[in-house]
């Protein structure tokens, strides 16, 4: 099992469990707005790194299996950013662990190969990012145009020199 289980919810638990659930959303978002930045100092990669953490966290908490996954996505995708490859693999591994454990459908099982692909390039290992990106794209066939469209953008991103 990839998280603890929730408390239990009575009256004041489900406000706890909603605060919780406010609270991991809102470190996510955090994140992908130190990811958006620029450049940053040392200090703010490291804020990004717990906010990732954190979000993940709670998500254990409070979430279902497709959170769990996509908050290992987000971490793995940090990592990948800072150049951490052994990170962001472990990272990427434990999202497709997820989705292979729970049966995750949608977009997240072709997230979690773009997250393998990244990492797998991050660390220079091409051979296998170029097939981790082969399978994300096999992943996304399926998918609608949108979550197809945001599989696609992030692949064209992936450092995999040929």
């Not at 099982?109 to 082969?134: F, Q, T």
Request: aromatic content about 8%.
């Amino acid at each position: 099992m990839f998280s603890d289980a929730p408390p239990a919810a009575d009256d004041n638990g489900m406000l706890e469990l909603l605060g919780e659930r406010k609270l991991a959303g809102e470190l996510f978002n955090i994140t992908w707005d130190y990811l958006a930045m620029q450049s940053r100092t040392p200090a703010q990669d490291d804020s990004m790194i717990h906010a990732a953490h954190a979000s993940r966290w709670h998500w254990g908490k409070v979430g279902g299996a497709e959170q769990w996954a996509i908050g290992d996505w987000l971490c793995s995708r940090v990592y990948a950013v800072l150049g951490r490859g052994d990170q962001s693999l472990y990272h990427a591994q434990r999202c497709l662990a997820v989705c292979e454990e729970y049966e995750i459908g949608s977009f997240v099982p072709a997230s979690a190969h773009e997250a393998l692909a990244r990492a797998h390039a991050v660390r220079g290992d091409m051979d296998a990012a170029r097939a981790e990106r082969n399978l994300a794209y096999g992943a996304a066939i399926d998918l609608d145009d949108d979550d197809r469209g945001v599989i696609e953008a992030d692949l064209a991103t992936v450092p995999i020199t040929e």
